[in-house]
């Protein structure tokens, strides 16, 4: 994620002041330049993370204690509902089945601080600067996504006892019949819950997938597809060959994941969460899995603490622990929020099972 301070005169001149040796006009610079970068960060943090695709945000005031009224989140006759949450940050997300009541969320503090030496300050260096409110929200970030998929992926493998996932068997490249099969199953998921009817019944609306799936995809452009090597339309070929890749497969948007793939961070992230059921063989080596959601259901959802002050949900200060001596200016800034899977329907997965 690259971020860049504007090179006005005036955003020059707060700089300068930060290093001023006149410690009333460095803080007073500083504590200006923090509350410029709070939003800044915020903004950033939604536009560049990959989880906020998945997630709805909930905002509560800070020092509040969130709750979310289940019965207004689902509309089954069900007594009970099974949710996916984690009570520290980095901690185990772990299932709890609850009534349809007010449902309490714990939240958890994510944090950063960053420094640097006086003189670039003095000095205008706008470079310097950026690069220390882009280690910030990077290192923010980093902590957000990982939160937040540890619970989708927590989820998936529990759901059903893992029959929410589509075992490709012997296939380690995706290919139409995959997809074909996915949407079958989450349908057939969604009518069991409703007695077999077919009110409110959803599907997938996002694949999140590996950029080798995504390579397999582009081959779609010149190599036949599916169980019977069958061709696509030309005019299909075209699209994919023009857009190196299709954005989107049967109404699903594809969406290209770093972390996935064969022992990639979320891929051995999944196999720790497998479980004893269905999911027992999965081999993060040799095996990857293949997440699809259902944005439609607002099942997953990201309850944020919103500052009193600003209304904003990114916090940046003035970090007041350097001496004068030191010559050093920091920042630190921090949010608090929560992760929580409501729906076990709205997330179902692929697995390119090359060991079975």
Known sequence: ???????????????????????????????????????????????????????????????????????????????YIQTWSQNVAGGLPTANVEGFAEMKVATYRLDSA??????????????????????????????????????????????????????????????????????????????SYAGGTTTDVYGVTDLFVSPEVKGDIRQFAYNAVGNNNTDLPAGIREDIYRSAGTQEIYGISIHELVELGKDRKYNTLFAEFKGSGALTSFDAVNDQILVGVDLSKDAFVRPVARQSETGGTFSAQPDDQFVSRAEKIGFYGSLEEGRVALDGRAVAGIWLNKTA
């Open 1 to 79: 994620m690259k971020l860049k301070l504007k090179n006005t005169p005036e955003q020059v001149e707060l700089i300068k002041a930060m290093g001023s040796k006149d410690t009333i006009v460095a803080r007073e610079a500083s504590q200006a330049f923090a509350a410029f970068i709070g939003p800044v960060v915020s903004k950033v943090l939604m536009q560049a993370g990959t989880a906020s695709t998945i997630y709805s945000d909930l905002p509560y005031d800070e020092d509040d204690s969130p709750s979310i009224p289940l019965d207004l989140w689902s509309n089954e006759s069900q007594d």
């Open 114 to 191: 960053v420094s640097f030496l006086k003189r670039y300050a003095r000095r205008g260096r706008l470079d310097v600067i950026s690069k220390a409110v882009e280690r910030m929200a990077n290192e923010v970030l980093v902590k957000q996504e990982r939160n937040a998929w540890a619970v989708v992926l927590k989820a998936l493998a529990e759901a059903n006892s893992g029959t929410n996932v589509v075992n490709a068997s012997a296939a380690e490249v995706l290919n139409l019949s995959h997809l074909n099969s996915l949407l079958t199953l989450v349908k057939r998921i969604n009518t």
